[in-house]
């Protein structure tokens, strides 16, 4: 960031032919509180994510789509740390999720059962934090530790769009148990370590259900952790989380590893998922390649089912092409295979036809602030 | 501005007695980022109105509220634009509805068909646009363009208060279809003609319901075009969008035109909502005339109505006292009245006699942020 | 503060294993706005509370929580005020509650009668306000002169925690009547006196529930008022708000009085809450007492119940610890014991045996931005 942009800056305005000329509250972009100087800030910031899709499954006409989220998981929050001296921080963040194409929010869930949604709620993230040179405390809602495999550091696509890990790697439901703790859970609280132990890294988590009295009382109710190690190149990490669900436990349990070989950053990936007596297990190769301006993506992953749905592939293939730090222009195309009877895995429209498959292309534009 | 604005601002504490004495984040207002440097700016914006209103119809008893948005559509927003280099710029927008008098906010709906309440949603717009010398195109939910000459720049009121064009320019539900884009689209690709072609400018939308295979599966997907001619005391525009249901299209198509005269901004309006074979079809005279610190507002409209309700008139006249650029002082006062036997007219309370009348008077404070 | 506080300050970022590099709005912290220039500010501004529960009531297990609010309600808003001359200015306030352990937000009533939710509503406050010499009249969604003495100003906890006033110092429901202006009205008209008229203030509101014709049309509808009195020292006021529902009218009444002695602020409280024929009236003694670098605070509280449950008292004891001006430490123990059959009152869990007691501990960090 150079120092000329700590300079106030202009209001840059949008065309709104209907938009009455309203003076608005001016904020200074990202640049503004890099500097040097120290202290303690906060944030307004978020990223959107909006594009075109066609799907088209087996058995099924072609349908189209203006969708969010094709790239990155579209969002708004606030956010914000203050130090407390001693190297002691006390910190916040508050993050809800965005739907560009129709304005309306993501669901939380109050009790890790449950879904909660009609509004704007923080559902992606809720929480206090306390750091240190000891670590990190953090309460409240957070990614649970066996979510951190899933994203893009682990998995070409992370869990967008039609190559999203998330097609793979996410449970299914079965028996009664919807488990709402695959990515993020509430009512907990993590322990982070330092970053830079000799590489290693860690994240330990325990949340609750709160449910009330009765057999169901501790549904909801987690216990995570995650460790891995890094270095400049290499990356590895595994991680296991558990909820307790009356109907069926979920076990969500993986093993990442990527290595960066020149332009290439090579992905290996497996998962499994296991929810009461069901499970799923999938297993993926992909890359990141630096290509031109832009980032090539490619993830080949295959899926053993066992109890319920039926075997599956998926491939996927994108480009991410960056206009600037803050945008970029992207496409991805993919396919998935079921193996078996089962039309369970898709990429966004079910297969209508046994064993069919499901295809998708998209393109858009991500813009964060 | 004068560049003295540019200074940082001290905040301004209401009166509180029951507010904890928290720090805050605190925000120069608008004039902080309207210097003359260039770049990139983002901005959290508003706007706020509540007043009092008493409204009385045909068969009814008085009845009093406390009201928002007498004046114009309260609002909390965030949005912003980044310069990209070679004239190209990307911008978002996600704006929510507020109801000052009781801190809901409004409806959005996913499909184009169904609304969507129970919390903050960015109904009011949430976009991603791109524009650069060939126009700007904008995706996510927006206005349609027909909406454009519903607004203060074509109707006296704008959409709005006992005066409100949506009074006699909204379409009436008929046989199962409640339109749900006489105002925004969700899932919407639209594009804007550059600024200033010789005084021309157009706007096309096309947006989908997305909804699930049947019938009913093209329900919400609209088409709309608006072009229209303006110059330093003229201007025209006329507008049509289109919008498929199962249960009967919907067609809202208008023409707007208004010519500056002295102090007077006269103003005429015609407009027709076509629901399945239903229409209403409504015709305004009015102006905005510049009185003292303020504006005078008028407009009389008469109503014809087709296989639905009954013809009908809106009388209403209006003034806003401007305090600042950023706060106005308002009231309105405004009649309706049913000409056949139906009572669907009306300025807030319906009458419950046949062919009655409903009237109302409001006083307001409008501020934006 | 500082003039040094006046620089840019950088991001300080938490720890986020999954978080995108994405670049954001930063806002200098509020000592940046705190400086002498005159101006207009607006605040984005907030308030987490998290920490973890324990509670035990007769008859049930103990159960664990990962709770908001312990020791102040977590909230999320924008405020601000313009200064318009002459001493008159125009403000806005837009809060919401926020639960920090689940990402949800409270919820708000439109008709002071049912409970609206779902999603982020300005449930905790949503006005425009004028003020000048004369005070400041306030329109919209806000407190009723009535909670004025259930703060922290008049009782040691505040209306948080296993100590909150709102335990005792609610309303019980009774006979279809559910009081939702014991704390906030919709659809207000406030007026608040000029702060320091000889030690006078006053705090008088009209808020309308704006029913539907028929027998329940005035329900909602609300009068309050508040006087009081303070110096240096010594501060007591008294307060009434009446609201009228068909099953059963709902009237808060209470006087609060406190005296500082020494590290010592003694506090003394009595309120009724009248609904329909029923009542409850509460006496509290406590203190907020300047201990170290925090404060301890204890109450004690006994309540006579008429034509509804039993009588009960309540024994609260806690500390807060101040890390900065922003964030503290806090932790609370209390015990409520229901004198009678009824096992109305607990301190977040019920009794299940008649006459049982319910106790509570909890400690937690409360964060201010």
């Known amino acids: 960031i150079p120092r000329s942009a700590l300079k106030v800056h202009p209001i840059a305005r949008g065309t709104a032919l209907a938009a009455l000329a309203t003076s608005a509250i001016a904020l200074a972009p990202a640049a503004l509180a890099q500097g040097k100087e120290s202290g303690s800030g906060v944030q307004v910031f978020g990223l959107l994510d909006i594009g075109v ?24 929050g606030v956010r914000g740390t203050e130090d407390l001296g001693g190297g002691l921080k006390v910190g916040f963040w508050l993050e809800s999720a965005v739907s560009v194409d129709d304005g309306t929010s993501g669901a939380t869930s109050t009790n890790n059962k449950d879904s909660v949604s009609g509004g704007l709620t923080w559902g992606r993230r809720a929480t206090v934090q306390v750091s240190g040179d000891w670590g990190e405390l953090r309460l409240g809602r957070d990614y649970v530790p066996s979510f951190g495999n899933l994203t893009t550091s682990m998995h070409p696509f992370g869990t967008n ?39 290693f890294y860690g994240h330990v988590m ?48 993986n093993v990442g590893a990527t290595y960066q070989w020149g332009p290439a950053k090579l992905m290996a990936l497996w998962g499994r998922n296991e929810v009461g007596i069901t499970s799923t297990t999938a297993t993926m190769l992909g890359t990141q390649y630096q290509l031109g301006p832009g980032e090539l993506r490619f993830a080949y992953t295959w899926l053993k089912a066992k109890n319920i749905a039926s075997d599956a592939t998926h491939i996927a293939l994108g480009y991410v092409y960056d206009l600037s730090k803050r945008t970029a222009l992207y496409g991805n195309i ?36």
Chains 1, 2, 3 share one sequence.
């Open 53 to 76: 899709q066609a799907l088209k499954a087996s058995g099924t006409d072609t349908r189209y789509f203006v969708n969010s989220d094709g790239n990155t998981s579209s969002r708004f």
């Open 161 to 199: 769009g039609v190559g999203s890990s998330g097609l793979m790697f996410y449970p299914v439901p079965a028996n009664g148990t919807t488990a709402r703790t695959n990515v993020r859970a509430s009512n907990s609280i993590g322990y982070f370590t330092p970053s830079g132990i000799n590489g």
């Open 206 to 253: 325990v949340a609750l259900g709160e449910q009330g009295p009765g057999p169901t009382r501790k549904d909801g109710d987690l216990q995570g952790v995650r460790v891995g190690w890094r270095n400049e190149v290499f990356n590895t990490s595994a991680a296991i989380s558990r909820t307790r669900y009356a109907t069926g436990n979920y076990t969500q349990s």
């Open 334 to 369: 993919a396919r998935i295979d079921n193996k078996g009877p089962a039309m369970r895995f898709n990429v966004g429209l079910a297969a209508t036809v046994p064993g069919g498959n499901s295809g998708g292309v998209e393109t858009g534009v991500r813009h964060s602030f």
